[in-house]
Protein backbone atom coordinates (compact mmCIF):
# COMPACT_ATOMS: atom_id res chain seq x y z
CA UNK A 1 0.00 0.00 0.00
CA UNK A 2 2.49 2.34 0.50
CA UNK A 3 3.25 3.17 -3.23
CA UNK A 4 -0.12 3.03 -4.00
CA UNK A 5 0.03 5.92 -1.32
CA UNK A 6 2.65 8.21 -2.65
CA UNK A 7 1.18 8.11 -5.88
CA UNK A 8 -1.93 9.74 -5.56
CA UNK A 9 -0.89 12.71 -7.83
CA UNK A 10 0.39 10.51 -10.15
CA UNK A 11 -2.58 8.41 -10.69
CA UNK A 12 -4.89 11.60 -10.98
CA UNK A 13 -3.93 11.51 -14.77
CA UNK A 14 -5.13 8.69 -15.70
CA UNK A 15 -8.47 8.94 -14.02
CA UNK A 16 -10.15 12.21 -13.81
CA UNK A 17 -11.29 14.35 -17.04
CA UNK A 18 -13.96 15.76 -18.83
CA UNK A 19 -18.17 16.89 -18.86
CA UNK A 20 -19.97 19.50 -20.76
CA UNK A 21 -19.60 23.27 -19.23
CA UNK A 22 -23.19 23.76 -17.87
CA UNK A 23 -24.58 27.62 -17.16
CA UNK A 24 -23.85 29.35 -13.51
CA UNK A 25 -20.63 29.00 -13.07
CA UNK A 26 -19.77 32.24 -10.87
CA UNK A 27 -16.93 31.59 -7.97
CA UNK A 28 -13.68 32.39 -9.18
CA UNK A 29 -10.65 29.90 -7.47
CA UNK A 30 -7.99 32.11 -5.59
CA UNK A 31 -4.57 30.97 -4.78
CA UNK A 32 -3.78 30.42 -0.75
CA UNK A 33 -0.41 28.71 -0.73
CA UNK A 34 1.70 28.56 -3.88
CA UNK A 35 5.70 28.07 -4.46
CA UNK A 36 8.25 25.76 -5.34
CA UNK A 37 7.31 22.95 -3.47
CA UNK A 38 4.18 20.93 -4.16
CA UNK A 39 1.33 21.09 -2.20
CA UNK A 40 -1.72 18.84 -1.47
CA UNK A 41 -4.73 18.30 0.88
CA UNK A 42 -5.47 21.29 2.58
CA UNK A 43 -7.46 21.32 5.94
CA UNK A 44 -7.61 24.49 7.84
CA UNK A 45 -9.58 25.80 11.39
CA UNK A 46 -9.60 29.57 12.50
CA UNK A 47 -5.64 29.80 13.72
CA UNK A 48 -4.41 26.99 11.32
CA UNK A 49 -3.85 25.88 8.02
CA UNK A 50 -2.44 22.44 7.50
CA UNK A 51 -1.19 20.36 4.00
CA UNK A 52 0.69 17.76 2.99
CA UNK A 53 3.98 19.33 0.93
CA UNK A 54 6.24 17.37 -1.70
CA UNK A 55 8.91 18.48 -3.93
CA UNK A 56 10.22 17.82 -7.19
CA UNK A 57 13.69 16.76 -6.03
CA UNK A 58 12.48 14.35 -3.91
CA UNK A 59 8.79 12.87 -5.27
CA UNK A 60 8.49 10.18 -2.57
CA UNK A 61 9.08 12.11 0.48
CA UNK A 62 5.69 13.69 1.58
CA UNK A 63 5.59 16.13 4.91
CA UNK A 64 2.61 16.85 7.00
CA UNK A 65 2.68 20.66 7.98
CA UNK A 66 0.67 23.59 9.70
CA UNK A 67 1.35 27.06 9.49
CA UNK A 68 -0.49 29.78 11.54
CA UNK A 69 0.30 33.06 9.16
CA UNK A 70 -0.56 31.50 5.41
CA UNK A 71 2.06 29.48 4.97
CA UNK A 72 5.04 32.46 4.94
CA UNK A 73 6.13 29.91 8.28
CA UNK A 74 5.95 26.21 8.46
CA UNK A 75 5.90 23.83 11.14
CA UNK A 76 6.49 19.59 9.79
CA UNK A 77 4.37 17.31 12.45
CA UNK A 78 6.00 14.01 11.49
CA UNK A 79 9.32 12.92 13.56
CA UNK A 80 12.28 13.16 11.80
CA UNK A 81 13.35 9.90 9.47
CA UNK A 82 9.67 9.81 8.47
CA UNK A 83 7.16 10.55 6.17
CA UNK A 84 3.43 11.30 6.37
CA UNK A 85 0.28 13.56 5.04
CA UNK A 86 -1.49 15.51 6.77
CA UNK A 87 -5.01 14.50 7.75
CA UNK A 88 -7.43 16.57 9.63
CA UNK A 89 -7.77 20.06 12.23
CA UNK A 90 -10.21 19.78 14.99
CA UNK A 91 -12.68 23.28 13.64
CA UNK A 92 -12.23 25.22 16.93
CA UNK A 93 -9.10 23.65 18.86
CA UNK A 94 -5.22 22.71 17.64
CA UNK A 95 -5.89 19.39 17.49
CA UNK A 96 -4.77 17.96 14.64
CA UNK A 97 -4.54 13.92 12.93
CA UNK A 98 -1.91 12.72 10.10
CA UNK A 99 -0.63 9.85 9.29
CA UNK A 100 2.80 8.80 9.73
CA UNK A 101 5.15 6.37 7.57
CA UNK A 102 8.34 4.97 9.14
CA UNK A 103 10.46 1.94 7.91
CA UNK A 104 7.92 1.11 5.71
CA UNK A 105 4.67 0.94 8.53
CA UNK A 106 1.43 3.62 8.65
CA UNK A 107 0.25 4.66 11.98
CA UNK A 108 -2.21 7.62 13.04
CA UNK A 109 -1.14 9.77 15.11
CA UNK A 110 -2.74 13.10 16.82
CA UNK A 111 -0.36 15.80 17.70
CA UNK A 112 -1.10 19.67 18.98
CA UNK A 113 -0.53 21.98 16.56
CA UNK A 114 0.57 24.74 19.05
CA UNK A 115 2.45 22.72 21.77
CA UNK A 116 3.91 20.12 18.92
CA UNK A 117 2.54 17.23 22.33
CA UNK A 118 2.15 14.22 19.94
CA UNK A 119 0.26 11.17 20.87
CA UNK A 120 -0.20 7.98 18.73
CA UNK A 121 -3.69 6.96 18.01
CA UNK A 122 -4.19 3.71 20.06
CA UNK A 123 -7.63 3.11 19.51
CA UNK A 124 -6.58 3.24 15.92
CA UNK A 125 -3.48 1.60 15.53
CA UNK A 126 -2.48 -1.68 14.77
CA UNK A 127 0.09 -3.64 12.78
CA UNK A 128 -2.03 -3.01 10.01
CA UNK A 129 -1.73 0.13 7.76
CA UNK A 130 -3.66 3.00 8.91
CA UNK A 131 -4.04 6.15 7.07
CA UNK A 132 -6.24 8.51 5.74
CA UNK A 133 -7.54 9.74 8.97
CA UNK A 134 -10.54 12.78 9.64
CA UNK A 135 -11.47 13.86 12.65
CA UNK A 136 -14.23 15.77 14.36
CA UNK A 137 -15.26 15.92 17.91
CA UNK A 138 -17.30 12.73 18.05
CA UNK A 139 -16.21 10.71 15.23
CA UNK A 140 -12.58 9.41 13.11
CA UNK A 141 -13.32 8.23 9.77
CA UNK A 142 -10.10 6.47 8.76
CA UNK A 143 -8.48 3.40 6.41
CA UNK A 144 -7.10 0.10 7.51
CA UNK A 145 -5.38 -1.82 4.66
CA UNK A 146 -4.83 -5.90 4.90
CA UNK A 147 -2.98 -6.63 1.72
CA UNK A 148 -2.18 -10.25 3.01
CA UNK A 149 -5.97 -10.83 3.24
CA UNK A 150 -6.77 -8.72 -0.09
CA UNK A 151 -8.99 -5.87 2.16
CA UNK A 152 -9.16 -2.45 2.18
CA UNK A 153 -11.81 -1.77 5.54
CA UNK A 154 -13.37 2.09 5.71
CA UNK A 155 -13.75 2.24 9.57
CA UNK A 156 -15.55 4.90 12.02
CA UNK A 157 -14.33 5.19 15.29
CA UNK A 158 -16.48 6.62 17.51
CA UNK A 159 -14.51 9.06 20.21
CA UNK A 160 -17.16 9.07 22.86
CA UNK A 161 -18.10 5.44 23.21
CA UNK A 162 -14.30 3.90 21.81
CA UNK A 163 -16.00 1.81 19.52
CA UNK A 164 -14.81 1.57 16.01
CA UNK A 165 -17.64 0.47 13.46
CA UNK A 166 -16.93 -1.15 9.51
CA UNK A 167 -18.72 1.20 7.38
CA UNK A 168 -17.80 -1.07 4.24
CA UNK A 169 -14.91 -3.62 3.26
CA UNK A 170 -13.65 -3.41 -0.56
CA UNK A 171 -11.17 -5.67 -1.96
CA UNK A 172 -7.33 -4.12 -1.57
CA UNK A 173 -6.62 -5.45 -5.22
CA UNK A 174 -9.49 -3.57 -6.99
CA UNK A 175 -10.52 -0.37 -5.08
CA UNK A 176 -8.33 2.60 -3.87
CA UNK A 177 -10.40 4.90 -0.84
CA UNK A 178 -9.68 7.92 -0.21
CA UNK A 179 -11.53 9.81 3.06
CA UNK A 180 -12.64 12.74 2.35
CA UNK A 181 -14.78 14.28 5.78
CA UNK A 182 -16.54 13.04 8.81
CA UNK A 183 -18.49 15.47 10.82
CA UNK A 184 -21.15 15.10 13.34
CA UNK A 185 -23.49 13.38 11.14
CA UNK A 186 -22.00 12.24 8.14
CA UNK A 187 -18.84 11.04 6.47
CA UNK A 188 -17.69 10.91 2.79
CA UNK A 189 -15.32 9.18 0.92
CA UNK A 190 -14.41 9.02 -2.63
CA UNK A 191 -13.71 5.35 -4.28
CA UNK A 192 -11.87 4.46 -7.65
CA UNK A 193 -12.08 0.86 -9.36
CA UNK A 194 -10.61 -0.16 -13.17
CA UNK A 195 -12.78 1.76 -14.74
CA UNK A 196 -14.73 4.44 -12.70
CA UNK A 197 -14.81 6.82 -9.10
CA UNK A 198 -17.39 7.17 -7.49
CA UNK A 199 -18.04 9.93 -4.28
CA UNK A 200 -20.14 8.55 -1.52
CA UNK A 201 -21.61 9.60 1.98
CA UNK A 202 -23.06 8.00 4.41
CA UNK A 203 -25.71 9.10 7.48
CA UNK A 204 -23.58 7.98 10.85
CA UNK A 205 -26.65 7.96 12.88
CA UNK A 206 -29.38 5.70 9.92
CA UNK A 207 -25.93 4.02 8.89
CA UNK A 208 -26.95 4.07 5.55
CA UNK A 209 -24.61 5.24 2.74
CA UNK A 210 -25.13 6.41 -0.94
CA UNK A 211 -23.45 7.20 -3.95
CA UNK A 212 -23.71 10.64 -5.15
CA UNK A 213 -25.52 10.31 -8.56
CA UNK A 214 -23.68 11.91 -11.43
CA UNK A 215 -24.32 12.52 -15.19
CA UNK A 216 -23.68 10.18 -17.77
CA UNK A 217 -21.56 7.96 -15.81
CA UNK A 218 -19.10 10.23 -15.06
CA UNK A 219 -16.62 9.79 -12.76
CA UNK A 220 -16.91 12.04 -9.24
CA UNK A 221 -14.58 12.54 -6.12
CA UNK A 222 -13.50 14.32 -3.28
CA UNK A 223 -16.92 14.90 -1.86
CA UNK A 224 -17.26 17.33 1.67
CA UNK A 225 -20.98 18.43 3.11
CA UNK A 226 -21.59 21.32 4.53
CA UNK A 227 -23.29 19.84 7.90
CA UNK A 228 -24.94 23.87 8.90
CA UNK A 229 -26.84 24.00 5.37
CA UNK A 230 -27.09 20.34 4.76
CA UNK A 231 -25.41 20.83 1.20
CA UNK A 232 -22.72 18.37 -0.69
CA UNK A 233 -19.59 19.54 -2.65
CA UNK A 234 -17.59 17.72 -5.12
CA UNK A 235 -16.05 17.39 -8.05
CA UNK A 236 -17.50 15.81 -11.69
CA UNK A 237 -14.99 14.87 -14.62
CA UNK A 238 -14.34 12.45 -17.15
CA UNK A 239 -11.78 9.77 -18.67
CA UNK A 240 -8.64 12.82 -19.07
CA UNK A 241 -7.15 14.19 -16.57
CA UNK A 242 -7.82 18.14 -16.87
CA UNK A 243 -10.93 18.39 -19.01
CA UNK A 244 -13.17 21.16 -18.19
CA UNK A 245 -13.49 19.62 -14.40
CA UNK A 246 -16.06 20.67 -12.37
CA UNK A 247 -17.30 21.61 -8.69
CA UNK A 248 -20.56 20.76 -8.15
CA UNK A 249 -22.95 21.48 -4.97
CA UNK A 250 -26.17 20.21 -4.03
CA UNK A 251 -28.68 19.96 -0.93
CA UNK A 252 -28.30 16.22 0.15
CA UNK A 253 -32.41 16.58 -0.42
CA UNK A 254 -31.78 16.75 -4.02
CA UNK A 255 -28.73 15.35 -4.94
CA UNK A 256 -29.61 14.58 -8.61
CA UNK A 257 -30.35 18.14 -9.22
CA UNK A 258 -26.98 19.45 -8.80
CA UNK A 259 -25.62 23.22 -9.80
CA UNK A 260 -21.50 23.52 -11.15
CA UNK A 261 -20.52 26.65 -9.24
CA UNK A 262 -17.43 26.45 -10.52
CA UNK A 263 -14.77 25.65 -12.92
CA UNK A 264 -11.15 24.90 -13.52
CA UNK A 265 -8.97 25.83 -16.67
CA UNK A 266 -7.83 22.71 -19.43
CA UNK A 267 -4.97 20.90 -17.87
CA UNK A 268 -6.03 21.76 -14.07
CA UNK A 269 -7.88 19.29 -11.42
CA UNK A 270 -8.10 18.33 -8.53
CA UNK A 271 -6.48 15.59 -5.61
CA UNK A 272 -8.89 13.57 -4.19
CA UNK A 273 -10.14 15.53 -1.40
CA UNK A 274 -11.93 18.96 -0.83
CA UNK A 275 -12.31 20.73 2.96
CA UNK A 276 -14.46 23.22 4.14
CA UNK A 277 -12.79 26.53 5.86
CA UNK A 278 -15.48 28.42 7.90
CA UNK A 279 -14.67 31.80 7.81
CA UNK A 280 -16.41 33.51 10.58
CA UNK A 281 -14.45 36.86 10.00
CA UNK A 282 -15.92 36.69 6.71
CA UNK A 283 -19.17 35.41 7.50
CA UNK A 284 -18.94 32.82 4.56
CA UNK A 285 -17.81 29.42 4.17
CA UNK A 286 -14.69 28.34 1.65
CA UNK A 287 -13.90 25.52 -0.26
CA UNK A 288 -10.12 24.54 0.15
CA UNK A 289 -8.26 21.99 -2.82
CA UNK A 290 -5.46 21.28 -4.20
CA UNK A 291 -4.78 22.58 -7.80
CA UNK A 292 -2.97 20.13 -9.40
CA UNK A 293 -1.50 20.58 -12.92
CA UNK A 294 -1.59 17.47 -14.60
CA UNK A 295 1.47 18.29 -17.06
CA UNK A 296 3.70 18.96 -14.60
CA UNK A 297 2.42 17.12 -11.30
CA UNK A 298 2.82 20.41 -9.50
CA UNK A 299 -0.43 21.42 -7.22
CA UNK A 300 -1.06 24.48 -5.03
CA UNK A 301 -3.54 25.46 -2.48
CA UNK A 302 -6.62 27.31 -3.77
CA UNK A 303 -9.80 27.79 -1.95
CA UNK A 304 -13.13 28.40 -3.89
CA UNK A 305 -14.54 31.20 -1.54
CA UNK A 306 -18.08 32.23 -0.14
CA UNK A 307 -19.78 28.91 -1.51
CA UNK A 308 -22.40 29.88 1.15
CA UNK A 309 -22.81 32.29 4.39
CA UNK A 310 -22.38 31.19 8.01
CA UNK A 311 -25.76 32.06 9.57
Known amino acids: MRTRTVVVAATMAMLFGAVPATAGVSITPAKILGGPRYQYLPYSNVTYLGWTQNTARNPGKFQPYVSDDGGATRTKLN ?91 YRWTRVYVWTSDVGSAYATWTTCDRSNCYAWWYDIVAGTREKIPTLNDRPQYAPVIDEI ?12 CGVNVGFWKAPLT ?40 CATEASDLYELPGVDTIP
Open 229 to 240: HGNAYWMRSGNA
Open 79 to 169: EAGTTGFFGDIDTDTNEVIYQQIDAGLSDIYFIDAATLIRTPAAALNTNRWEWGAKLSDTYILFTRDIPAKNKRLLLLYDRVLDVTKLIRE
Open 254 to 293: SLAAPTKIAALPSGIDTDWRMSLEYDSVGGQIDLLFARYD
